[in-house]
C-alpha cells in the first residue's frame, strides 16, 4: 500500500496536469482570434497581390502591343 507521501505527490502531479489544462483552455480562444485576424490580413495581402498581378499583366500587354508597331 502506497505511503501518504506517495499519495500526496500522485495529488498535486494530478492537480497540477488540471491546471496547466485549465491554463491551455483560456489560450485557445486566444489563439484562435489571433489565426483568424493573421489569416484575414493574408487574405487581405493576396488579394492586393492579385490586384498588382493585373496591373503588371496589362502593362505587359501594352508594351508587347507597342514593340510589335515597332517591329
Given at each position: ?19 496547466e489544462k485549465s491554463e491551455n483552455r483560456g489560450e485557445i480562444p486566444a ?6 485576424a493573421e489569416a484575414t490580413e493574408l ?29
Open positions: 500500500m502506497p505511503d501518504r507521501r506517495e499519495s500526496t505527490i500522485s495529488e498535486n502531479s494530478e492537480n497540477s496536469e488540471k491546471s489563439t484562435v482570434v489571433s489565426l483568424a487574405e487581405n495581402r493576396a488579394d492586393e497581390l492579385r490586384r498588382e498581378l493585373v496591373d503588371v499583366d496589362e502593362r505587359m500587354r501594352e508594351i508587347t502591343d507597342a514593340l510589335h508597331r515597332l517591329g
